[in-house]
């Protein structure tokens, strides 16, 4: 499971990230926490969507090969 929070994200606080990330790591898949700089709770409808994608796609890529 890949975490993506934002920075600046007021919506969704970095506690509940962290809190979340905390929970999942005790499941037997890969989990991996991930913030990224200068973002609000939009992270998908910005203009910066393309990092997040990209993100994403490293995380997917990752632990396709079996590198977690």
Do not use: C
């Not at 969507?49 to 490293?58: G, I, N, P, Y």
């Amino acid at each position: 499971m890949l975490i993506v929070s934002g920075e600046m994200d007021h919506k969704v606080p970095r506690a509940i990230s962290d809190a979340t990330y905390k929970r999942q790591q005790r499941n037997d898949g890969v989990t991996k926490f991930v913030e990224i700089p200068n973002r609000g709770h939009a992270l998908t409808v910005d203009s910066g969507w393309r990092q997040v994608a990209d993100t994403d796609l490293e995380f997917i890529r990752r632990d396709r090969a079996g590198s977690g």
